[in-house]
């Protein structure tokens, strides 16, 4: 975990092109662990490091970049740009740190401000610590209806089906979703696609024709 004035769920990120997720802090260390082939990529223009994966649900290929949000969180929030386009949040708290759980309503608080409806995991990590925590009974996740993992990053424990848990929330919720701004997103991104699109068919029509060689 970030060690930070407002210690808690550090935002890292998990952008999906079928569906994007953000997450606190311990997130983007467990999707290294649990997508070996990730490749960072530094991001220096946000301060964070963004991981790409490729998983498939039901058949289909899917895009993910989980974001790193880099220590962002030091500063008591984070900026609305980590949560544009988010599909998913896997909100992580360390089970040695007390402050990190109670700072969980304030992140969540912030969450639904920007993103109000989409799918939100709960996650104790470092379980491997004490396995007798993995007994005890967390309520922030209960209180709001949330799913809540036990995971150890180092350990791998229960770390693969997180993700995976994750990326196929984020997609049903992408494909589902109502939310006027995904609606706009989708506008947009198809927008661009059709203008890229335009881009390569006129810098083909734009090259002079080959003429055979003469005899």
């Not at 700072?103 to 004490?130: G, T």
Request: proline share 7%.
């Amino acid at each position: 975990m970030q060690h930070s004035p407002h210690p808690g769920p550090p935002g890292a990120g998990a952008q999906a092109r079928q569906g994007q997720a953000v997450s606190p802090r311990p997130a983007p260390y467990l999707a290294m662990n649990s997508t070996s082939r990730c490749r960072p990529q530094q991001l220096s223009t946000f301060a964070l490091t963004l991981y790409k994966h490729r998983a498939r649900v039901d058949g289909q290929e899917v895009l993910v970049d989980f974001w790193d949000t880099a220590g962002q969180e030091r500063f008591q929030s984070m900026h609305a740009s980590y949560y544009h386009k988010a599909h998913a949040c896997i909100m992580v708290f360390d089970v040695q740190r007390k402050v990190t759980y109670r700072n969980l309503n304030s992140w969540y608080k912030e969450l639904r401000e920007f993103r109000p409806e989409i799918p939100c995991i709960v996650v104790a990590n470092k379980i491997d610590a004490d396995m007798k925590v993995t007994q005890k009974s967390f309520n922030f996740a209960r209180k709001f209806s949330l799913p809540f993992y036990f995971v150890s990053a180092a350990d791998g424990t229960n770390v693969v089906k997180l993700f995976n848990d994750a990326i196929k929330l984020a997609v049903a919720y992408k494909q589902n979703s109502g939310d006027f701004m995904d609606e706009v997103m989708r506008e947009l991104e198809s927008f661009d696609l059709q203008k890229e699109s335009e881009t390569l068919l006129d810098k083909e029509e734009s090259c002079p024709e080959e003429k055979p060689p003469s005899a």
